[in-house]
């Protein structure tokens, strides 16, 4: 599958089999650490939530998604 993904984000492959659950995840991976906010937006806040311990994102990132996902449930 050829997911038309930008070159800042995954500049090693020209393919991601998205139906694989590494892959998936590695590209989620890529999209928050080198997407752009057009390309942050268009992922899922629920699979974000779901993958985010799972992601191993530098500090900064994973941080500022935990608070993010935090407010977004009403501090739950």
Request: charged residues 30%.
């Amino acid at each position: 599958m050829n997911s038309n993904i930008p070159r800042y984000i995954v500049w090693s492959a020209d393919r991601v089999q998205l139906d694989d659950p590494f892959q998936r995840r590695w590209l989620l991976k890529q999209t928050l650490t080198h997407g752009r906010a057009e390309d942050v937006r268009k992922l899922s806040l629920n699979e974000i939530a779901l993958e985010l311990d799972n992601l191993a994102l530098p500090e900064e990132i994973l941080s500022l998604w935990k608070r993010y996902l935090e407010y977004r449930n009403g501090g739950k």
